[in-house]
């Protein structure tokens, strides 16, 4: 591939790491290739004609809006098995990757291709514990994470991450799995999803094969999304067996979840208890310094020189999700190579002006509302009426504070979108809610919630 289509398919790749899953990302687009780029079509390389169909299947659409962000001429995208020069791309024992044969032949999620089963270990050298920037959010889910790397089964059984999307969650997990494997080589390593234990468990049921080998028979078991095996009954009363057999052996078991074992919703309470017993750690959105060194960092690993100043803009306008901070550095070096340009302040501004357009809440008062009291499942007459109860006070206050903290708008104003109220009663709430958010990561998470919901007005 020449430099410039290099060039582009790495922005393209930086677009699509945003918005698919790092499983998914990793299973289906490493080894693809822009091959070819004309007038306006696209031709992009795939290994094999498995992954092409998946890929055409699942992703073209993504792929095009992708695409399309960095070349707006672009109307169609082609899909080939061939290099550039024409020849099929060689394939180990000229067949299929095995894993992707799996998956499809199981009809499930493609991020399951992804897990790597202990009988093959690959350590993922893009998720090390050294790489991982530490800042005050994630401090104690960093330290329990290497402890638990250092004598699995000993510290921590079981450790329990949880905090919103793209915060690290999953770098964690794998910079213990390769951790561990580089101390212990024969250690046996399970790296799965809640996803692929409740389809290999239905799988099992189905054709009527034994299903507790796989996952009882590891010395470490790391497990991300588990919030997704709540209200599934009989999926939860074998994961109960398959992790009382692992901890009674002190084998390592890792989880993550976007939310704490307490706020599960239809979680059986002996699951809950089980996931308490050893560590329960938050890794909370990085601040404005870490941002800016995550940046920093991902620059160097680029043998970049950035600009303080342009890792401070990226870092003031990105302030939620690392993926969409590192993604957002990627266009700038992308559009950079591209065009030939310096990595400056004016390029930044100009590369991301309108994806932080986009990304800002730009919405009114009602629309906050509203949005608000559906996400705590109130009416619009409740948040903005007189009732005291908790339940309608808290969103209430929420509301104000998104208003005030987003929106920029004056106390009286505030309090005119809500009916008259006084002025000092947003005061109030909005302090209120401040402090208490600070301090309480399920109230911080909501909050991170709705706001993702009204940047989609």
């Not at 514990?129 to 994470?145: E, P, R």
């Not at 915060?167 to 794998?174: A, P, S």
């Not at 208890?273 to 940046?295: H, K, N, Y």
């Not at 106390?411 to 302090?431: C, E, Q, W």
Request: glycine share 6%.
């Amino acid at each position: 591939m020449d430099a410039k289509l290099q060039t582009v398919w790495g922005s393209v790749l930086g677009e699509l790491e945003i918005v698919l899953s790092q499983a998914n990302f990793q299973t289906w687009l490493k080894g693809t290739e822009l091959a070819e780029l004309e007038g306006d079509k696209a031709v992009i390389y795939v290994p094999n004609i498995f992954t092409r169909q998946w890929i055409q299947d699942k992703y073209h659409l993504q792929i095009l809006d992708a695409i399309r962000k960095v070349d707006a001429g672009i109307k169609t995208v082609e899909y080939t098995t061939k290099k550039q020069s024409g020849q099929p791309a060689v394939e180990a024992d000229n067949s299929i990757n095995p894993a992707l044969e799996a998956a499809s032949k199981k009809y499930s999620s493609p991020a399951q291709s992804s897990i790597e089963s202990y009988g093959d270990f690959k350590p993922n050298q893009k998720y090390k514990f050294d790489n991982f920037i530490i800042g005050s959010g994630n401090k104690l889910a960093f330290s329990a994470a290497q402890l638990v790397s250092e004598k699995p089964g000993e510290m921590y059984n079981p450790l329990f991450l949880y905090g919103p999307p793209g915060v690290g969650k999953t770098h964690l997990l794998w910079a213990i799995s390769n951790e561990i494997h580089a101390r212990q080589p024969n250690c046996k390593i399970l790296y799965s999803t809640s996803e692929e234990f409740i389809n290999t468990f239905l799988t099992a049921i189905r054709k009527g094969e034994k299903f507790t080998d796989k996952y009882r028979k590891v010395d470490v078991l790391l497990i991300d999304d588990m919030q997704f095996i709540a209200g599934k009954i009989k999926t939860q009363e074998e994961f109960f067996h398959t992790f009382n057999t692992l901890h009674q052996y002190n084998k390592q078991i890792v989880l993550c979840s976007d939310r704490p074992p307490k706020d599960i919703p239809t979680l059986e309470e002996r699951l809950r208890s089980r996931f308490e017993w050893g560590m329960v750690a938050d890794i909370q959105p990085p601040d404005f310094e870490t941002r800016v060194a995550i940046l920093m960092n991902k620059a160097n690993s680029h043998s970049l020189e950035l600009d303080m100043d342009v890792a401070e803009f990226v870092a003031t306008h990105i302030d939620n999700n690392i993926r969409e901070l590192e993604g957002a550095l990627t266009k700038v070096i992308a559009h950079s190579r591209l065009h030939g340009q310096p990595i400056d302040l004016p390029l930044a501004q100009e590369v991301l002006g309108m994806y932080i357009s986009q990304t800002q809440v730009k919405v009114n008062p009602k629309i906050v509302l509203q949005k608000t009291a559906d996400y705590f499942e109130i009416s619009y007459n409740d948040i903005v009426g007189v009732k005291r109860s908790r339940e309608i006070v808290v969103p209430r206050q929420i509301a104000m504070f998104i208003m005030r903290e987003e929106l920029s708008l004056s106390f009286p104003r505030i309090a005119k979108s809500l009916g008259g109220k006084d002025h000092t009663t947003i005061m109030h709430g909005v302090n209120k809610i401040r402090t208490q958010s600070a301090r309480d990561s399920v109230m911080s998470q909501d909050i991170q919630s709705i706001k993702k919901i009204l940047v989609g007005q």
